[in-house]
């Protein structure tokens, strides 16, 4: 079976069809487009079916994973300016399914894109236990995998809009600094641990006002720009593995470490991580583990729309 699959994202939309053997996903042909390049999801779509070389006919089934809350075949993502409908953008053809971002980033932790996936920290990984994928990019992704049988099943979350939290009095100077700069009531994951929550950052610490790629570009070792994102990066995966019990491990995705892996893999994250007065130990047998292969939505979506199919219904 071929299947398109797309991960569209609030700076990069990235397509790829892919032939589904049992077992196997093969990436045949693929490409990225900028997401606020089109004024609206249709001509994005038209723009990739060309750039692929294909067409609704040449696909068996379509799987698109976008940033944001998923309801049916609906999705308004916070960070593009348009949305999309299936039932408006996909009136017919093969079926296509349309599912969060960070389901798919779960997905492909089941597939072979996370093969050469970089070791941040040492643990053992129970094999019946909850794993957790959390990702920073133009937004902060959370999902978890769930045993099931001899299967898996995936939870998304939107847990990078909730509150996130600040300790000590340099920080809280650094939240109001947040609220103030971004007009928010208050400051959560998106704002803090994602490529423009670099920025912000970096600009509070140096008074640098660059893009993300600028502000990660003048980071070293002894940058306190990367002290102080490292432990943001940190507690955000602290707190989403305690709260889904990660035993199975820890995966992060996403573009900003993928880019700059020094975000992740150093003590500063590690010893963060780990500060858990009643869970410590727990946390330092966790396998923390940095996906850094960016077609991994791909073969995530991809590997959800081959289930799909091998179900007697598409689901959304």
Not at 26 to 47: D, I, N, Q
Not at 122 to 130: C, E, Q, R, Y
Not at 176 to 192: C, I, K, M, N, S
Request: glycine fraction near 12%.
């Amino acid at each position: 079976m071929r299947i398109l699959a797309a991960d569209i994202g609030g700076t990069n939309s990235r397509f790829a069809v892919f032939r589904a053997t049992a077992g196997h996903l093969e990436k045949e042909t693929g490409l990225s487009l900028p997401s606020a390049g089109f004024p609206g999801f249709a001509a994005l779509l038209a723009r990739a079916w060309s750039g692929l070389g294909a067409g609704p006919g040449d696909i068996d089934a379509a799987a698109l994973a976008v940033a944001g809350p998923v309801r049916g075949r609906s999705c308004r993502p916070p960070n593009i300016a348009w949305d999309i409908d299936l039932d408006r953008d996909w009136p017919g053809g093969p079926p296509c399914a349309l599912l969060n971002d960070f389901l798919a980033q779960a997905y492909a932790c089941r597939t072979s894109a996370v093969a050469r996936a970089r070791l941040v920290q040492a643990g053992s990984a129970d094999p019946l236990g909850v794993t957790a994928v959390v990702g920073a990019g133009t937004g902060l992704g959370h999902c978890a995998l769930l045993p099931l049988g001899s299967g898996f099943a995936a939870v998304p979350s939107e847990g990078g809009h909730a509150a996130f939290a600040f300790v000590g009095p340099e920080e809280a100077a650094y939240e109001e600094f947040l609220r103030r700069e971004t007009g928010r009531p208050y400051a959560h994951g998106d704002l803090v641990v994602t490529g423009p929550g670099l920025s912000l950052l970096h600009r509070f610490l140096t008074g640098h006002d660059l893009s993300p790629a600028e502000a990660a570009a003048e980071l070293g070792p002894d940058s306190p720009t990367l002290a102080w994102f490292s432990r943001f990066y940190a507690r955000a995966c602290r707190n989403y593995a305690l709260i889904v019990l990660a035993t199975g491990g820890l995966y992060i995705s996403g573009g900003l470490a993928a880019k700059n892996p020094g975000l992740v893999d150093n003590d500063h994250f590690r010893s963060e991580f780990t500060n858990s007065p009643a869970h410590a130990g727990l946390l330092r047998n966790l396998p923390v583990l940095l996906n850094d292969n960016e077609d991994s939505g791909l073969f995530g979506a991809a590997l959800f729309g081959q289930r799909s199919l091998e179900r007697p219904a598409l689901e959304a």
